[in-house]
């Protein structure tokens, strides 16, 4: 399995990247996101050993205003200060939101983050400003 290879020799250069992208791409219902479990639940020691957690988020929406929500849903993943209440996202704005998750992702860096079912480049855009 190629995508598994790939992740693995990215597990070992995690230590000297800041972040990377693996995309896997193809026509909807080729079987890109059971690949992608089928790979995290064949190859535990990625888990295990990379990454801290897996946040899965699907994102399918067509219409190019709704990316924010989808990257707020993220944001509220990522939080992890129990000691405060996680931002209100509904008056955030797109600049805001962005440093919050940087700096969300900077707190939580062995994070796997899947964006499943990405059908506009809006999304594609935000994630690679946070890339």
């Not at 990379?50 to 993220?74: G, H, K, M, Q």
């Not at 509220?76 to 940087?102: F, G």
């Not at 994070?111 to 935000?126: A, G, H, I, M, S």
């Amino acid at each position: 399995m190629r995508v598994a290879k790939t992740l693995r020799e990215r597990c070992d250069l995690v230590l000297y990247l800041d972040s990377f992208f693996v995309v896997l791409h193809g026509i909807a219902g080729c079987g890109k996101s059971s690949l992608a479990a089928a790979v995290l639940a064949d190859t535990p020691d990625l888990l295990g050993n990379c990454f801290e957690s897996v946040i899965w988020l699907r994102d399918s929406s067509t219409e190019p205003n709704r990316v924010r929500y989808l990257f707020a849903d993220l944001l509220l993943m990522l939080w992890d200060d129990v000691a405060s209440d996680p931002p209100r996202v509904d008056d955030m704005s797109s600049v805001y939101l962005y440093k919050q998750i940087e700096t969300a992702l900077i707190d939580r860096p062995n994070v796997l983050v899947v964006l499943d079912d990405v059908c506009q480049k809006e999304t594609v855009n935000f994630a690679n400003q946070l890339g």
